[in-house]
């Protein structure tokens, strides 16, 4: 009589569970399920989520970059830093007072742009996410790191001062 048990692994594979079922029955995905469950409600009444903290920088860059075009389309005042001489006069035109505005939209948009670069961690030149890929040559690879590079430094120097500068103005 030919051996029946155990079947052969041909048979056993057909009664084998899927792996969407074996990954969702899996602890490790349930605790991460449940992080970010309950972390969906602390982010709602703190503000944050412990996992948020691991990126924290980026966090609040994604943020920004969403939160600062919302404050441009609903904004009703603008800093008076804005205006050309830079708010020394108490009396302005129509004119000078509408340039002041369009001179903050603009800005508000500009660090949006850059608060939106820096969460996406791209190089800057190119709309790869993963810019350093393995087949990539030494030179593209230098030229990209380097272009990178002189975007973090113009970020840090210029652009991350000049939002510190109105960060009290950031109001609606």
Known sequence: ???RWPPPKKIQRLFDP?????????????RW???????????????????????????????????LPHLATNVHGYPPE?????????????EESDAAFDAWIKWLY?????????AKDDDGISDDRGWITPG?????????????????KEFYEVVLPD???HFGSLWD
């Open 33 to 67: 399920l449940y992080r970010r469950f309950i972390g969906f409600f602390v982010r709602g009444w703190r503000g944050w989520a412990p996992h948020d903290t691991w990126g924290l920088d980026h966090y609040i860059a994604r943020i920004l970059a969403d939160a």
């Open 82 to 94: 804005f205006y050309p001489d830079g708010g020394l006069k108490s009396e302005y035109t129509r």
């Open 136 to 152: 990539m040559s030494k030179e593209e690879k230098h030229r990209r790191i380097e272009a990178h590079n002189a975007k973090m």
């Open 110 to 118: 500009d660090k949006a742009e850059w608060f939106d670069w820096y």
């Open 163 to 165: 939002f510190i500068k």
């Open 1 to 3: 009589m030919a051996k």
């Open 18 to 30: 899927p792996y969407w079922v074996r990954r969702w029955f899996m602890a490790s995905e349930w």
